[in-house]
């Protein structure tokens, strides 16, 4: 928002530097970010007459002048506008000045024409937009005398940067009132003098609202034998200042009146108006309209329009059409404004990628009850400048019930508000700052007081807003600050954060690389993984990628291996500890899942030449070692049904009844959709959320056991269907002196049945208190040999 001093002036007293006005402004939250002091960069630069005009010698672009700017000999300036001829008056920016820019004129020569200064534009003298040629003036332009003086280019022009919440700063009105409240000032309000026809508005147009959800009130006057024109001087420079260029006066003053009021306005030629109708209603799809910016649009979304009793005559709130807009036959017109709901301002401006000042400031919001004030001001300015008759009682159509948003009561706890703020204000001061703002005090009870906020301030909807309009007013430099009393000790770590760097740290010790992947997965995981889980979907995603919250870590870590072995890397062991997302009852559940991935096969080295492929049992190694060091041992493996796993080569781990994981190789299914080719993918998924109230970091003193131990090896043929694991436990359970019992080669071959399976155990024997003798191992013995023969039909292998 561009804001003029000069301008502003009009509207409330300013005594202050422009540096202290800078401060002022960003101190009370509409930040400062540009200042531009106008005639500042201006000096040596004068106003002179072309005396002498030739075409350049060398050049059909360019042409040679001398130009008199009042001293003892007129100068010669080599020029490339296409738009002066001789005897104009233009504006000469003379050897030594220094432009906007800091650009230095200095002699040159031009295609080996010496050039003595520069003839200017506006936007080479930074008081204008428009470079298409340079600054013609009027004939009775005093030549010699200073541009700036001229112009009367003395102004200073404060860019702010206004906030969404605050729609009303994109106002002169709206920033002369805070300043007002800051310097306890009053604001100077337009004063409005209408001389109305006897003629009704409503004898030559009418007006209905169809579409009453997006347009909550609309207000039309009507004002005839207006002449289309230029608008005067001060109109030009108050439009100039907004950088928009000046069109004609009916136009100008629209616009003068938005940026007055913060109130888009749009003029109609009322007899371009077919039947003398006004709707606003839905676009019709395929409706057609061609709009101010030369841009023919296909309405196609059921759009909100401003209509004639056949067409389209505006995008209403954000652009007028050609087919009614004024120029220089214009002879009556009809001023429209109306209060717009912002979404649907929004969501159309979006939808055509149109942006202008009447839609920035409808999807902001304006204030509904000020509609009628603004339409007088504008229908005032327009006689002042174009001459005309205004038509009496102006049509103005309301929806029902839309006053109730205009203002908000709200109860202010005194008390919190002090709180708040970090000082102790007394009420009389409170109620200067409040009122000061426009906002009304409705009830005083106590510390309580009740407020009612002024219509142009949507923002105040709660306490809170209050707090903030009094701090802001009553200046945050007078607060003392207080260092705060606060307890510095640290506090204790989350426990699911804790549980998640434990277990990175035990992964990475035991040999395994973390990857880090987006929360994100793409819908077409759905098809390739069995997820059974209720799943999260982005309203607004990234990207199709990225299309769902992943309830599980396994498609991403399927796309890591895929993507490395496509880049020759073979030796992949990763894992990652992150949460997964479902749905649950009313907020998402995020339990803490951690997923070892193995593929490929170790690097060959000195001690592992062969470089054999990874496997269960390599991935067996890594999950015992993880549940270990996190103290987890009792657990027991069962053979997994879960469908993303090989079904022969797969398990789950279990505590009791708790399921806390599955591990085992990926289904060669959803490896082949994956396309990872050659390679057999294992993967271990553990939900950490689940396993954690089984943690224990308890650690218990065994002492060295002092006895020697006994190993003994048996080769069993056993039924290929025999679960061994469970073999295994029975085996251990009958007898107090098997210390530990592995499997070290199972043998399925032509030596022995085609339905039996050798199965090779170690058992290491050994007693606490002493040493073995050869009767008690012989028992242990026999009673292993009489579970195995009972219980699993198996027999030692001849």
Known sequence: MLISLNWLKQYVEIKESVEELKN???????????????????????????????????SDKMS???????????????CGAPNHQFADKVVVAKIGAVLPGDFKIKKAKKRDVESQGMVCSETELNVGNDSSGVIILPENAPIGEE????????????????????????????????????????VKYPVVILNETINQTSTIMSVKIEDDERCKRYFGMAIRNITIGESPEWLKTRIKSMGLNPINNIVDVTNFVMFEYNQPLHAFDSDRIEKNQIIIRAAEKGEKILTLDGVERELKNGE????????????????????????????????????????????????HGVSTDSSYRNERGIDIEAIEAVAQRAASLIVEVAGGEILSEPIDKRVKNSEKTSQTEISV????????????????????????????????????????????????VCEADIYEEVVRMYGFENIEPHMPMENIESGTTDPVIALGDLSKKILREIGLNEVINYSFISNKALKILNIKEKTIELKNPLSEDMSLMRPNLIYSLLCNVRDNLNRNFTDLRFFEVSKVYT????????????????????????????????????????VSAFLESLGIKKYTLEISNDTNFHPGRSADIKIGKDLIG????????????????????????????????????????????????????????????????????????????IEKIEIFDIYK????????????IAMILRSKDKTLDEKEINNTMENVLKVIGKNYNGEIRQ
């Open 583 to 622: 749905t649950g009852m009313e907020l998402a559940n995020e339990p803490l899942n951690a997923i070892i991935t193995l593929a490929g096969r170790p690097e060959r080295n000195l001690w592992e030449p062969k470089g054999e492929s990874y496997d269960f049992y390599k991935l067996k190694g890594y």
């Open 749 to 760: 071959g032509d030596k022995i049945a085609p339905d039996k399976m050798s199965v090779a």
């Open 413 to 460: 706890d005194l008390k919190i508000l002090n709180k708040f703020i970090g000082k102790t204000l007394e009420y009389d001061i409170v109620a200067k700052i409040i009122t000061s703002l426009g906002i009304v005090i409705k009830n005083i009870d106590q510390n309580k007081i009740t407020v009612i906020s002024p219509t142009y301030r949507s923002d105040l």
């Open 147 to 186: 541009y700036r003086k001229y112009a009367k280019i003395d102004d200073v022009i404060f860019e702010l940067e206004i906030t969404p919440n605050r729609p009303d700063c994109l106002s002169y009105l709206g920033i002369a009132r805070e300043i007002a409240a800051y310097y306890k000032r009053k």
């Open 304 to 351: 909100l329009v401003i209509a004639d009793g056949i067409k389209p005559l505006a995008l209403a709130g954000i652009i007028g059409g050609e087919s009614s807009k004024i120029d220089d036959a214009t002879k009556n017109i009809f001023l429209e404004i109306a209060y717009f709901e912002p979404e649907n301002i929004r969501h159309t401006a979006k939808f």
């Open 24 to 58: 002022t402004l960003t101190m009370i939250g509409q930040e400062v970010e540009a200042v531009n002091e106008l005639g500042k960069n201006l000096e040596n630069v004068v106003i002179g007459k072309i005396v002498q005009y030739e075409k350049h010698p060398k």
């Open 64 to 78: 040679v002048l001398l130009v008199d700017v009042g001293d003892e000999a007129p100068l010669q300036i080599v």
């Open 662 to 737: 599955t591990f085992g190789q990926i289904h060669p299914e959803i490896t082949e959709k994956m396309e990872i080719k050659k390679e057999e993918v294992y993967i271990a998924n553990i939900n950490l959320e689940k396993s954690s109230k089984f943690i224990s970091n308890k650690i218990k003193y065994t002492s060295l056991i002092k006895y020697p131990e006994v190993t003994r090896d048996l080769a069993i043929v056993l039924d290929k269907g025999v679960l061994i694991g469970d073999m295994l436990k029975d085996i251990k359970k009958s007898s107090n002196y």
